[in-house]
């Protein structure tokens, strides 16, 4: 035993960092549930990753990454605790997750902070997440709903929007973005004129749009979903003459928005998070039919996966505790901006010392407590189509 | 001028939607009360009946407009419904003839029949599920406005828009000519005759050789035809979703309760009793009062009695009372 500790002592030394050896991250993501739909190109794009890492054979001295997928069912804490735990049972180094901000909430403090595993989540947009003990183990490729908050109160004061309604989802999604935007409006000196849940999956919004008509404003902010009751309250708003002007923060952005409403909505605008940063291009070129880029937080699957891996590198070690202080400094300037498919160049360049600035597919530059900046695009409903004013 | 828009802020939010509302839970409750009286139990599955009388007249209404066959300025759907009703009829007395006539022939206690109906009604609902999936489906055709509001604003030159949908319109029409044949049926047939002599007593109206059998078949024939109307009706109005009709079902017993059980003329006050405490409870009445105070003066808070959160509390709360102060319901039904 004592020979095998000095040989790996020295490989150690030799190599400039552990020796080879099989590395397991989790991806823990809801296969089934509400966003199944988009699980599979997040995935698909943490995996790509992690090929391509493998591929080039320069990771901690030609160590394998392999992937475990788990299911965090989106929306039962309980399952994607468990999911989580058999994780830990397999030896996972850090979970690529998890997805919907209830279950990360909940697997972060039960499952990965006890056992010291580094979660980082592409998709979890809480703003509880901000501010969670998590012991500096937990980063996100996306933003925070609070950041989305300031980019819809900066959109409506350019446009002149003084007072405005505000109606939310009553999920954790909503109740969370809701309060976000009401905190960045009113501290701009904007005016909401009343907060009102609406429950999803109702027939029937007409007595929540008549309470917010009462309560006036100049335009009705929709902080819910374009599939469920969101669509239902502009419906009942457009029906009752009580608004026509909306803005409409990511969850309502959406194929259905033009197909249900159209030319209904003209003039309303909102927000989407999105890039235009060149990365989105070349890992589209990379997806090949396994996944799609737009598809939402595809990319921030890959660049979660990769942050992970580069980081291994520049600690020199897999082990979670070691290498979570170093995420922050892939991600950020200075260094040598890196691209999606320069992974092997990215591994090279740390090994031989020189500091990278991981930029990745969506622009990775994390603020805070080691959430994403975050970048929206931001849009108006011209002739009922979606358009691109522009990215802020 | 202020008080004509306080009048029209007043129709638009809360008279026309309580108006077509109530009309739809006045016929689910008319469907309810008349189980009730003849067959002695409160039918659970009466919502998801809606539900799948609903789903099939929608697969219909899509068949005739690939077919190119519309009604003009009326939704096409009126011309399924007779479809989804005979479908719909023939799943119901298929449920009667293999699970109710069984506990009734037993003579089970109306509990047993309740427990029953709930297990149809989860049947009912995985069947519709099953056919037309859980998705939210327009089938509504035809103009959509009967007034819209901002028309109504350039032609009366009002600061306030009134906006009647078609299809509230056409509910509240429907309605009532429903209810008109109900009454008819009931009062001047023989066959109707027979049914209020054995929902008055069941043994009396035996004796006089009423057959029972009969009598049920064409107490479920009914209350289908009500139950597919009023769903159809209600998803032109807003929108189908299968659960949706689930959580109509509370609303729908609180206005047959409240009514009175058994007895038709109170299932349609109590539909709309229960839809305007619905809407005017949660109506936030800031404008109104303030176009109806003289000046410029608005009320500062909402002058909202209830958040809209709490819509469905309302049902229940006037459930309670009646049931706490005149338990057979305000036109003294059959429930003590």
């Known amino acids: ?392 | 001028m202020d008080v004509l828009n306080g009048l029209v802020l007043l129709m638009n939010f809360v008279v026309v939607p309580a108006l077509s509302y109530g009309s739809q839970l006045a016929l689910g409750a008319l469907g309810v009360t008349l189980i009730y009286g003849i067959l002695r139990f409160s039918n659970f599955a009466h919502g998801d009946t809606m539900a799948f009388g609903t789903g099939i007249t929608i697969l219909g209404t899509w068949g005739l407009q690939a077919w190119g066959v519309t009604l003009g300025i009326l939704p096409t759907a009126l011309l399924a419904l007779p479809l989804g009703i005979l479908v719909t009829m023939g799943i119901v007395l298929v449920t009667d003839r293999v699970v109710y006539r069984f506990y009734r022939r037993q003579r089970a206690r109306p509990v047993i029949l309740v427990i029953a109906s709930v297990g149809v009604m989860f049947i009912m609902n995985a069947l519709t599920r099953f056919i037309i999936g859980t998705d939210d489906r327009a089938f509504a055709d035809g103009p959509r406005f009967l007034v819209n509001a901002p028309a109504f604003k350039a032609a009366t030159g009002l600061d306030e828009g009134l906006s009647i949908k078609a299809t509230a319109a056409l509910t509240v029409v429907v309605a009532v000519i429903a209810v008109g044949l109900l009454f008819w049926f009931l009062n001047s047939t023989r066959t109707g005759k027979s049914m209020r002599a054995y929902s008055d007593n069941e043994d009396l109206a035996l004796l006089s050789g009423i057959n029972p059998e009969r009598v049920v078949t064409i107490t479920w024939i009914i209350a289908t035809t009500l139950a597919v109307t009023a769903g159809v009706l209600y998803g032109l109005d807003k929108s189908f979703r299968p659960f949706n009709y689930y959580a109509l079902l509370l609303p729908t017993f609180a206005a047959a309760i409240v009514g009175g059980l058994g007895n038709p003329l109170g299932a349609i006050a109590g539909g709309f009793l229960i839809a305007f405490s619905e809407v005017s409870f949660t109506y936030a009445f800031k404008k109104v009062v303030g176009y109806l105070t003289p000046g410029t003066w608005e009320p500062p808070g909402l002058v909202q009695l209830l958040s809209t959160d709490y819509k469905f509390a309302v049902s229940f709360t006037i459930l309670i009372i009646v049931l706490l102060f005149r338990p057979t319901g305000i036109f003294r039904g059959k429930s003590a």
């Open chain 1, 1 to 392: 035993m004592k020979k095998l500790y000095a040989a790996t002592a020295a490989c150690a030394l030799l190599a400039g960092a552990a020796s080879a050896e099989e590395i397991k991250l989790g991806i823990l993501f809801g296969f089934t549930g509400p966003i199944e739909s988009l699980t599979g190109s997040m995935a698909a794009a943490a995996e790509k990753a992690i090929a391509e890492v493998n591929e080039s054979g320069k990771l901690l001295g030609g160590s394998t990454v392999t992937a475990v997928r788990g299911d965090s069912t989106c929306i039962d804490a309980a399952a994607a605790q468990a999911a989580a735990e058999k994780m830990v049972a397999d030896g996972v180094k850090a979970i690529i997750g998890g997805d919907c901000s209830g279950v990360t909430i909940a697997t972060l403090t039960n499952v990965a902070v006890p056992n010291g595993l580094v979660m980082i989540s592409p998709s979890a947009t809480s703003p509880a997440l901000s501010t969670t003990e998590d012991n500096g183990l937990f980063f996100r490729t996306s933003p925070s709903d609070a950041r989305e908050g300031e980019i819809a109160a900066d959109i409506m004061m350019e446009r002149g929007i003084k007072e405005a309604a505000l109606t939310y989802s009553n999920s954790d999604y909503g109740k969370g973005l809701a309060e976000a935007i009401q905190k960045a409006f009113e501290a701009k000196g904007g005016k909401i004129t009343l907060s009102a849940a609406h429950e999803d999956g109702k027939a029937d919004y007409s007595a929540e749009v008549a309470a917010l008509q009462a309560a006036g404003g100049q335009i009705l902010i929709v902080a819910g979903y374009i599939d469920q009751g969101g669509a239902g309250m502009i419906r009942a708003a457009l029906d009752t003459g009580a608004f026509s002007l909306f803005e409409l923060p990511g969850g309502m952005i959406g194929d259905n928005l033009e197909k249900n409403f159209g030319a209904e909505i003209n003039g309303s605008f909102g927000q989407v998070p999105g890039s235009d940063s060149p990365g989105m291009e070349v890992l589209q070129g990379m997806g090949a039919g396994a996944f799609d880029v737009n598809s939402p937080y595809t990319a921030e699957s890959y660049d979660a996966a990769a942050l992970m891996m580069l980081a291994m590198q520049a600690a020199g070690s897999s082990k979670a505790t070691d290498w979570a202080g170093k995420v922050m400094d892939i991600a950020n300037a200075p260094g040598e901006p890196i691209m999606p498919g320069e992974l092997g160049k990215a591994l090279d360049l740390i090994a031989a010392g020189t500091d990278i600035d991981y930029q990745g597919a969506s622009g990775v530059e994390l603020i805070g407590p080691g959430e994403s900046a975050g970048r929206y695009r931001e849009i108006e409903i011209k002739d009922g189509k979606i358009t691109t004013v522009k990215y802020r």
